[in-house]
């Protein structure tokens, strides 16, 4: 019958089928196909894939950071000031691990500087645009960067002329858009401000080495009052004063001593003799204008106020405190070109700059919605630039003064800018930001205390024990951390001399 014929065809099959085995599926088994333990090969191992961009191992204290603020961590060296680059190691590694040629063993030294400029911008501002846009590229960008220079640096050892050129100009044109990039964040009112402080530079340049100019010439050798007074000038800009009563005083004799030359010197004589007059005259009329403005400034009588009371903080130390800025304030105007100015645009100010000072009246250093200062945080920093492998790092006591009055001044002026970004310093944030940006007062007076490198951020970290530390960034990637843990505590004792 049919339907017993089809159950007996339904056994046969089913039996074929066990002989068999089970039908292939119908889809593949994602994998290798199963094989029993024992039989099982060894896995060959194969090699990792090269990464494309460093992998990023983050101290322990940054494991939970957002993606911006993690960039940002990324681009610090790996510890702080001891790792500052070694003595002559202001350049990466090349390849394989072999330091790169020192300059004098390059077959073209010529070359070999300008790359090494051109680097060292590049790398600044690779450090520069991490720190103040969060640009999550930057560690790549100097990765690449570094094994250029390092590639540069082997062929122009090894006088590969052809392929040393070609690294060069790879190196040029990636420097170039990045310090381009970089630029945007400086101002028209910044480069004016570079170019009076270099100008006045050049001016003291001129009178520290004027003795030496006029002892070349047998018409001046009868004329050891002037030679004398020239020597006192310079020997006052050696000890780093530029605009105290001395400069003043240094500046009379010298001038009356140049009056007091014959008028019939020779034309080469007169040049000399013309220029140095006149590089006395402008920096007289400067040193003039600089005590004017700090006696001015430190009375309280003009846009500065020093309030006699801190709601927030320990006015019984107000009185104190108060002294002590003003000391720092004509301290700094004395030595410093790039102090006064500023101190010059502050006064200048139609608005008045409130500073009210106390023990305790703000979290560190001062507070910018308050106006408080406490003069005794600036004792857990250095009052000089620390040195450290031959080369000076870190944050000053001066610094931060400088900081603290170019953020109140941006604050209260608007100031006037060509670029949005730092447009209405209506907040802290844009306030802050311009004191950090290129050609900024406080950058300047970082160059003019011998610190080649801007800061790029104030901020808090940890120190290497894992206890509350304010930390300092600077644009060549060293990093200073100091211990801040009980910092408004009575018993807190400020040391300059800790930090890591």
Do not use: W
Not at 75 to 96: C, E, M, Y
Not at 283 to 297: C, D, G, N, Y
Not at 376 to 384: D, K, Q, R, V, Y
Not at 435 to 447: D, E, K, M, T, V
């Amino acid at each position: 019958m049919p339907h017993n014929k089809g159950q007996a065809d339904k056994r046969s099959l089913k039996k074929a089928q066990l002989k068999k085995g089970p039908p292939k599926q119908s889809h593949p088994r994602k994998g290798p196909p199963r094989q029993p333990p024992a039989r099982k090969a060894p896995l060959a191992k194969t090699p990792p894939k090269k990464q494309t961009r460093p992998a990023k191992a983050p101290a322990a204290e940054t494991q939970n950071l957002d993606p911006a603020k993690e960039s940002k961590e990324a681009i610090k060296t790996a510890a702080r000031l001891d790792h500052v680059l070694s003595k002559g190691q202001d350049t990466p590694a090349v390849a394989g691990g072999q330091p790169a040629p020192s300059a004098g063993a390059a077959a073209n030294q010529a070359l070999l500087k300008s790359v090494r400029h051109q680097y060292k911008h590049a790398l600044e501002a690779i450090h520069r645009q991490a720190a103040l846009t969060g640009d999550a590229n930057a560690k790549a960008q100097e990765e690449m960067l570094k094994r250029l220079f390092s590639e540069f640096a082997l062929a122009n050892g090894a006088s590969e002329a052809t392929k040393a050129a070609q690294k060069a100009s790879e190196i040029r044109e990636l420097a170039k858009g990045m310090v381009e990039d970089c630029e945007k964040h400086d101002h028209r009112e910044k480069k004016e401000l570079k170019k009076l402080v270099a100008e006045r530079g050049n001016d003291q340049d001129l009178l520290a080495g004027s003795s030496a100019q006029l002892m070349a010439l047998p018409e001046f050798s009868k004329h050891a009052e002037l030679i004398a007074a020239c020597d006192a000038y310079a020997t006052l800009l050696a000890q780093g004063q530029k605009n105290s009563a001395d400069n003043e005083q240094a500046l009379d004799r010298l001038l009356a001593s140049l009056d007091k030359l014959p008028a019939d010197l020779p034309e080469n004589a007169m040049k000399l003799v013309a220029s140095i007059k006149k590089a006395a005259r402008d920096e007289k009329e400067r040193v003039t204008k600089a005590r004017q403005t700090v006696e001015l400034a430190v009375s309280g009588k003009g846009p500065i106020k020093f309030a006699e009371t801190s709601a927030s903080g320990d006015s019984t130390t107000t009185k104190a405190q108060n002294e002590a800025l003003r000391k720092m304030i004509t301290e700094q105007t004395e030595r410093s070109n790039v102090f006064a100015k500023l101190l010059d645009e502050v006064m200048a100010s139609p608005q008045e700059l409130e500073m009210i000072t106390g023990r305790g009246s703000c979290g560190l250093f001062d507070s910018f919605m308050e106006g408080t200062v406490d003069t005794a945080h600036f004792g857990i920093l250095p009052s000089e630039p620390v040195t450290v492998n031959d080369k000076k790092v870190g944050l000053t006591q001066s610094e931060i003064l400088v900081h603290v009055l170019e953020e109140r001044l941006y604050s209260r002026q608007r100031a006037k800018d060509d670029q949005q970004e730092f447009g209405k310093c209506t907040d802290y944030d844009h306030a802050h930001n311009k004191c950090l940006a290129p050609g900024s007062y406080q950058n300047l007076y970082r160059r003019e205390q011998g610190v080649d490198s801007d800061t790029l951020q104030l901020t808090t970290g940890k120190t290497k024990d894992g206890h509350s530390g304010f930390q300092h960034l600077s644009s060549d990637g060293a990093i200073s951390t100091t211990p801040i843990g009980g910092i408004n505590s009575p018993d807190f004792k400020p040391d300059p001399a800790r930090f890591e």
